[in-house]
């Protein structure tokens, strides 16, 4: 073969390939990077974001906690962003594992494709709404610490420990806050909506800590624990959605001293974080124009 000719060759074989190349790539799905444009959230009321237009103020709720008694952890988890103060530190449940032992139960191969009977809302709805413990216990006694420790698995828990005494199971915030961003995709997809309503069904008399700052327009789910109210330790999760928008908080303290004083930590390190959280909702100027023109190209209101 003379050099022209192999000259023509490779380029023909170039031309070959890159023509490959091109129908691979048309042939194959959208890019991640498109994917995740699609999927962008935008908060409903703010049209924009939640991450470019709220950031929560670890820096203020950092020094509080160095100001307070207690041993205190915290994380607030989004979507796209994770915020922590001591994260992985490991600290006794208490009730907060209440949440994860109504998920382990509606996940049961037993329980996850049936109607609900009278003797597992007998269970589950005492044990969520009004932090019962005799509820708790029969629960944990089905599910047990397997049951636990295979729902953590799923979450993708790094540092959860399970105690043949449920309050004494071991948490952190990043794994508490981890679970209950997508807490509802947990749930057996038949009692999704049941397991949500029990959450944000927590009798008055408990809300308190996130309860009392909880910002307006979003919806709020929780579990606290408090160790019979001795002062040992008191402890929050929270997750608020708006629309797609969601956030998940984890506050957890020990060794308080007192309920009391437990339960100021918690609603102080909540408003903090929460400062200057979006609740904004549309003008209706904006929504009429919003509703005939699409979305607004201006500042939200």
């Not at 023509?8 to 070959?16: E, K, M, S």
């Not at 490991?90 to 139960?105: D, G, Q, T």
């Not at 049951?147 to 071991?170: C, E, I, N, Y």
């Amino acid at each position: 073969m003379t050099r022209r000719s192999a000259i023509r060759h490779a380029a023909a074989c170039c031309v070959l390939i890159a023509a490959g190349y091109s129908a691979a790539a048309s042939a194959r799905p959208a890019s991640p990077a498109r994917k995740s444009k699609a999927r962008i959230c935008l908060t409903p009321g703010i049209e924009q974001p939640l991450d470019q237009v709220w950031r929560p103020d670890m820096g203020g709720a950092a020094r509080y906690a160095r100001s307070r008694a207690g041993d205190i952890a915290f994380a607030v988890r989004t979507d796209h962003r994770f915020y922590a103060y001591r994260p992985n530190h490991v600290e006794w449940s208490a009730s907060v594992v209440k949440a994860m032992l109504l998920v382990a139960y509606l996940d049961q191969g037993s329980v996850a494709g049936r109607n609900l009977n009278g003797y597992d809302r007998g269970l589950l709805d005492p044990m969520i709404t009004r932090s019962d413990n005799n509820a708790a216990q029969q629960v944990f006694n089905t599910v047990g610490q397997g049951g636990l420790q295979a729902l953590s698995h799923r979450v993708g828990m790094t540092h959860f420990g399970t105690d043949p005494v449920w309050g004494k199971t071991r948490i952190t915030a990043a794994d508490q806050s981890r679970f209950f961003l997508h807490i509802d995709s947990h749930v057996a997809r038949k009692h999704r909506d049941y397991a949500m309503q029990l959450l944000a069904s927590v009798v008055p008399s408990q809300w308190w800590g996130v309860g009392e700052v909880a910002p307006k327009r979003w919806k709020l789910y929780f579990k606290g624990g408090w160790g019979s109210g001795t002062g040992l330790l008191d402890h929050q999760v929270a997750l608020l959605v708006r629309g797609c928008a969601r956030v998940s908080v984890a506050v957890l303290t020990m060794y308080d001293g007192s309920h009391g004083y437990g339960k100021a930590t918690l609603r102080a390190i909540f408003a903090r974080l929460l400062r200057r959280f979006p609740t904004e909702r549309l003008s209706w100027r904006l929504h009429l124009r919003r509703h005939r023109h699409g979305p607004p190209v201006d500042k939200p209101v």
